[in-house]
């Protein structure tokens, strides 16, 4: 099963626009992660915030968390088209002593130049 | 090395053959993890160590899958009379400690096929 689940499945925007992408979950959770996996490759990690934390930067990325409806959003801004690919977003919450990230389905972003 | 390091890349099996797929975490990474991914969705968690033990291993599908990290570093995930089904990208990850906001770092993949 996937606790987390993004919204929108897919996204296409011109090189310059800002993507915006969201993550639902069900349960507490400790952290989330947000990944970034293009076509051929392997899941690369872009941030994560605590549950504790309510936002985070990381050059052009903002990441923000919202516990209370149990929801984050990834902002990607001024876009490029090295951006198109597959964003997932993975929450940790413990599990018999252990955390273990559980990924959404993810949102696939395409970027046209 | 510098990051985590999956072997075979690709590997095509014929179907009721057993495979053995590698994972080398970073140096000094506590925690393993074993994901499989299936296109278009996102990585489903198989299994999970710290150091050499075996601490989750309620995602493993049956008990054709198995998974073992004897000295606490390098893995294997090993598939028993492999079907079609079985075929899939197969990811590890490994963390640096067990601690709840330590991020996890993917290898490339391995890409199985059953055929």
């Known amino acids: 099963s996937q606790q987390g689940e993004e919204d929108p499945q897919a996204l296409s925007i011109q090189e310059g626009e800002n993507a915006t992408m969201n993550c639902s979950y069900k349960t507490s959770i400790n952290n989330l992660q947000w990944y970034r996996q293009n076509s051929g490759r392997g899941l690369v990690h872009l941030i994560l915030i605590r549950s504790n934390e309510r936002e985070k930067h990381s050059g052009r990325l903002r990441v923000t968390l919202d516990t209370s409806k149990k929801s984050s959003s990834l902002l990607i801004t001024a876009s490029r088209a090295a951006d198109t690919a597959s964003y997932f977003c993975a929450t940790a919450s413990i599990v018999g002593g252990s955390y273990i990230p559980t990924f959404g389905r993810g949102t696939s972003l395409i970027v046209h130049p | 090395g510098a990051g985590v390091s999956q072997s075979p890349r690709y590997k095509v099996t014929k179907r009721g053959q057993d495979v053995a797929l590698r994972c080398d975490p970073i140096?000094?990474?506590?925690?393993l993890y074993w994901y499989r991914q299936a296109l278009g969705q996102g990585p489903e968690f198989l299994t999970y160590f710290n150091y050499e033990a075996q601490q989750d291993k309620s995602g493993l599908p049956n008990d054709r899958f198995s998974a073992e990290r004897p000295e606490g570093s390098i893995s294997t995930l090993t598939i028993q009379r492999t079907e079609q089904r079985d075929s899939a990208m197969y990811r590890c990850a490994s963390s640096l400690s067990q601690g709840a906001n330590t991020e996890a770092f993917f290898g490339q993949g391995t890409r199985l096929t059953v055929v």
């Open positions: 140096s000094g990474h506590v925690s």
